[in-house]
């Protein structure tokens, strides 16, 4: 049998620790688990790991900042959202976190692989028609994260913190627990992710 030519180009498959094989280039919801998320997420390092502590602060850390962040921008936030905000650097289970110089110097077919990544997520986990209001607070928020974690771990100096990520000086009275920006062990930053996952989802 004469195969299509599409057949014979090698396909971009991730094995999970749960098993399932993810294709990166034509994710399905169905191959995405909470579990694998939470543990690749645990082990990726924010700011390339140029972070103060005995540990990479990781992207699971990050996402439960930026979740509760949206409390600081509006009050009562819906669940869905929140699970947003928990899931919003989830392809980052896959692919790493990159830092957004090179995201751009990457260009446009890298953000649309995060992006197909990004839909499956959200369509696994119930949340692929949200306002696009959700997405604006919780870029807000991450946004926010972002500041705190420069100054608070990444060693940047308070006026370079403000200039690249708050131009217009709306986090300089954001309060947040200083034990959020204490980096932990893979294995607990994993734990404290799945545990706020599952105080969401699935969702009332």
Known sequence: MTKHPQDRLPRAWQRMLSGRRLDLLDPSPLDVEIEDIAVGLARVARWN?????????SVAQHCLIVEQ???????????????L????????????????????????????LEARLQHAIRLRFGIGQLPKAADALVKRADLAAAYLEATGLAG???PEARKIFDPRGRFATLQIEAARLQPVPPARAQELYLERFHELWPLG
Do not use: C, M, N, S
Not at 51 to 57: N, P
């Open 156 to 158: 940047f100096p308070g």
């Open 85 to 112: 905000a928990l899931l919003h650097d989830a392809p980052e289970y896959v692919v790493g976190d990159l830092i957004t110089p090179f995201k751009a110097a990457l260009g446009l077919d890298y953000r649309k």
């Open 49 to 57: 790991g140029q972070t103060a502590g005995d540990w990479a602060f």
């Open 69 to 83: 962040l949206l409390d600081q921008f509006r009050p009562a936030v819906p669940a869905a959202w929140r699970l």
